[in-house]
């Protein structure tokens, strides 16, 4: 799968900055570190079948939602294309096994989630999953 680099801004990734890894989370192709959240985007292609791709994003919604630990209920067709509601993970340390199972569990019976950790500051992901492209 390919996904975007840590440490690069976003607006400054170049194509040659895409790192290819296989779903055990090794690298294929590419010199760039791979994203910290590499467990979190790798486990939903490694135990379902009916995932095609992983958008994952930090949104100003998802970061609101996420601090108030409430699910978005699917007041919106685009929404409800995830499920009944997006969950909200449980916390656990950034780029940790932990909360790749965490948004893993959070995703049971769904197509996405949203989960928050700390780092130095406050961040929040965001992990929507599809089956068509």
């Excluded at 779903?23 to 079948?49: A, F, L, T």
């Excluded at 569990?105 to 928050?116: H, L, Q, S, T, V």
Aim: a negative charge; hydrophobic letters at 40%; proline letters at 4%.
């Amino acid at each position: 799968m390919a996904i975007t680099p840590s440490g690069i801004d976003f607006f400054e990734i170049q194509p040659e900055d895409i790192v290819i890894i296989d779903v055990d989370g090794n690298v294929i192709e590419g010199n760039r570190c791979r994203h910290q959240s590499g467990q979190c985007i790798v486990m939903p292609y490694k135990y379902r079948d009916d995932i095609d791709a992983v958008i994952h994003a930090h949104t100003m919604y998802a970061t609101v939602m996420a601090c108030l630990r409430e699910d978005l209920p699917a007041t919106h067709y685009m929404i409800a294309v995830a499920g009944e509601n997006v969950r909200v993970a449980k916390y656990a340390t950034y780029g940790s096994p932990e909360l790749a199972q965490n948004a893993f569990e959070a995703m049971k019976d769904r197509k996405g989630c949203y989960f928050w950790q700390t780092t130095e500051y406050l961040q929040v992901q965001t992990i929507c999953l599809t089956h068509s492209i």
